[in-house]
């Protein structure tokens, strides 16, 4: 077992464009995480599914973003009209069980520089 | 709102003295909380966490955490600072409705030889 991998690593991006994350959970995992991470500050949670029904959105996620997870295993997180502040890493967690949000284990993120 | 409050951005210690890291929340119910470590260039990782049962709770690396419900705090302490241990230190919560996560601003802990 690999733990969560996220593809890519670093993007840059011009002002406009759609850009797309890829994360893949730990097997079996249930649960997947999106957050947003800025510099000096602590991930802000987006969005998660319980396999691939997407079940909270945080309201920092705007109509430019949307978050898939289609067969219940990997996910994508797409930000259409890309703008400067949407710089930023984007992490992605996943867990097993029951209990939402506990014993998350993070992927290493995709770093996002919009130029 | 339920929130964490992480007092201090950085600390120092010298290897081998006490770290205390600090946590604060709001919440009118005793929530879960947690404590996640960042190494550089690595993903966050649990180090413990509360969930209503003992109060002093112990993760991993000799860390451990008491809930003081008096305080409404949640700090992270290790007898002895090893140089590995330097790193960015988030608290975290789950508010009572359970449905989103909220972290601190995190503290970067800095180990002096």
């Known amino acids: 077992d690999t733990g969560v991998s996220q593809d890519p690593r670093h993007k840059i991006t011009k002002r406009g464009q759609n850009v797309t994350f890829r994360c893949d959970p730990i097997s079996e995992h249930n649960r ?3 957050y947003r991470q800025t510099l000096g500050q602590g991930p802000e949670f987006l969005t998660y599914f319980q ?3 997407q079940l909270e959105k945080s309201r920092l996620l705007s109509d430019r973003f949307s978050a898939e997870r ?3 295993s990997f996910s994508t997180l797409e930000i259409q009209r890309t703008e400067q502040g949407d710089s930023a890493m984007y992490l992605c967690a996943s867990s097993l069980g029951s ?5 998350q284990y993070f992927g290493p993120g995709t770093r996002l520089t919009v130029t | 709102a339920q929130s964490v409050t992480q007092l201090g951005s950085h600390v120092s210690v010298s290897e081998g003295a006490l770290v205390l890291l600090r946590c604060n929340y709001s ?3 005793p929530p879960y909380l947690f404590w996640y470590v960042q190494y550089p260039n690595q993903g966050l990782q649990l180090l413990l966490k509360y969930t209503s049962a003992a109060t002093l709770v112990k993760g991993i690396n000799g860390f451990e955490a008491e ?3 008096s305080e409404t705090s949640f700090h992270l302490t290790k007898p002895s600072a090893h140089m590995s241990d330097a ?3 988030f608290c975290g919560i789950i508010p009572n409705t359970g449905n989103q996560f909220y ?3 995190g503290t970067s802990l800095t180990v002096i030889p």
Do not use: Q
Request: aromatic share 24%; hydrophobic share 35%.
């Open chain 1, 32 to 34: 997947l995480y999106w």
């Open chain 1, 51 to 53: 396999n691939e029904a």
């Open chain 1, 70 to 72: 289609p067969k219940g």
């Open chain 1, 99 to 103: 209990a939402t949000f506990e014993e």
């Open chain 2, 27 to 29: 919440s009118s119910v």
């Open chain 2, 67 to 69: 809930f003081k419900k």
């Open chain 2, 87 to 89: 790193a960015e230190y």
């Open chain 2, 103 to 105: 972290f601190g601003t």
